[in-house]
């Protein structure tokens, strides 16, 4: 017969989730903080499509209290990523500068989409996997973008305008991914259930080849965890 | 035989045009400023679908070297706003604070969008018709907003990296609605293929009592400026 009390209703946070690996990681680190999360896939039209479907086992296995899946592939016609523009070959051996399977502007995009959900939400933050140590080469994984965009967040709202600016999380940023997977580990991630290569075939098995995959695979043997990646050269 | 000189090339601008009288006002201004202006229309679920037949029309009729029109609806399915939610009325008096016909970190998400069009162009800037006068009551209408979003694009992309971040343009930001319609006179801008209003028919044609009508109407009154938009009261 009563109302719920209000201390019962856990903050809400917006997550950001890739299906791969440093999201989950994310995922995982704001359910331990107590925080009633909402998962957010967006479909910009990359080749990994394996990575969406990843994203919605992950969001049912970890607690997600609702995961929306949200496409504006119409973004990809602008071109100039190799995720996203079939002329554009993904590379199989690291390159210097800005990668060309940077997506332009790709997270200030996400960020800004679950911006407009954490205000409709009344969200407390929102979480997002970037990571500037194996990824330096993104301009927009980099300690300055998050901060960037945590001012923006601060001003651009209802909620801002109240007083209740949502903030902006990036806890793996600084990690290296050994690091990443060692805290994940430690709060329970099944990392089977995720996908970082960069052309997963559409059962989400990994190439092995690309840059995803190598920095992934790394990480596993560094953190001295099993790796539970499925390759499509491992065969049946 | 020859190749053309880059100083034939004029600086790119995206300009985000809606189809209403503001951001066609922006758009006369950039191409006055000497820019090759590509237009950009964000579908985003909103009521009035003419608005984005309007801006085609604008674009062609202003001499935009590209019009693209982008659909990312599917951020209408997060609710929270009039103009994207059947469910809530729009409103025919002016009401106190933020409208109801505010949409949840729209501009934000319409800057982003135009920030990786821009950054494929190697635009030199991004244009945008906000307004703190008229619609104050926005909070990502403030020049605080643009500012803040200025500053995240001035790290955010590999322009940026590469010490050419893309500038962000809000020139009728403290401009009244009169101002705005002499301005564009002035540039020959024809405001008869402008739609303003929030429930314009699929003709085009307004209300006259929504706010943006309200608005728009006092504008061509206080601007002495005879006003084309077509109503529905007034009959065939």
């Given at each position: 017969?009563?109302t ?92 210097d ?9 790709r ?93 997963a ?36």
């Amino acid at each position: 017969m009563s109302t719920p009390d209000i201390a019962d209703s856990p903050d809400r946070a917006v997550v950001l989730l890739s299906g791969g690996l440093d999201s989950s990681t994310v995922l995982a680190i704001a359910r331990a903080e107590g925080l009633a999360c909402h998962t957010l896939a967006i479909g910009y039209g990359q080749r990994h499509a394996a990575e969406l479907r990843a994203a919605q086992r992950i969001a049912d296995a970890m607690g997600a209290v609702e995961h929306r899946e949200i496409d504006v592939s119409a973004i990809g016609a602008f071109g100039g990523s190799a995720l996203t523009d079939a002329g554009i070959a993904v590379p199989e051996t690291p390159g210097d500068g800005i990668p060309v399977t940077y997506v332009p502007a790709r997270n200030t995009l996400f960020l800004s989409i679950a911006l407009g959900w954490a205000e409709v939400l009344d969200a407390r933050a929102i979480y997002i996997g970037v990571n500037a140590v194996d990824y330096s080469g993104y301009p927009d994984c980099r300690p300055a973008f998050i901060e960037a965009f945590r001012q923006l967040a601060a001003c651009a709202t209802r909620q801002a305008v109240e007083g209740r600016p949502v903030d902006v999380r990036a806890p793996l940023i600084d990690a290296s991914k050994a690091e990443i997977i060692r805290r994940g580990s430690a709060l329970g991630v099944d990392y089977s259930l995720t996908v970082s290569c960069y052309q997963a075939d559409d059962d989400g098995r990994a190439c092995g080849r690309c840059d995803a995959c190598r920095l992934r695979r790394e990480g596993f043997a560094t953190a001295g965890v099993a790796d539970p990646t499925r390759y499509r050269s491992e065969g049946g």
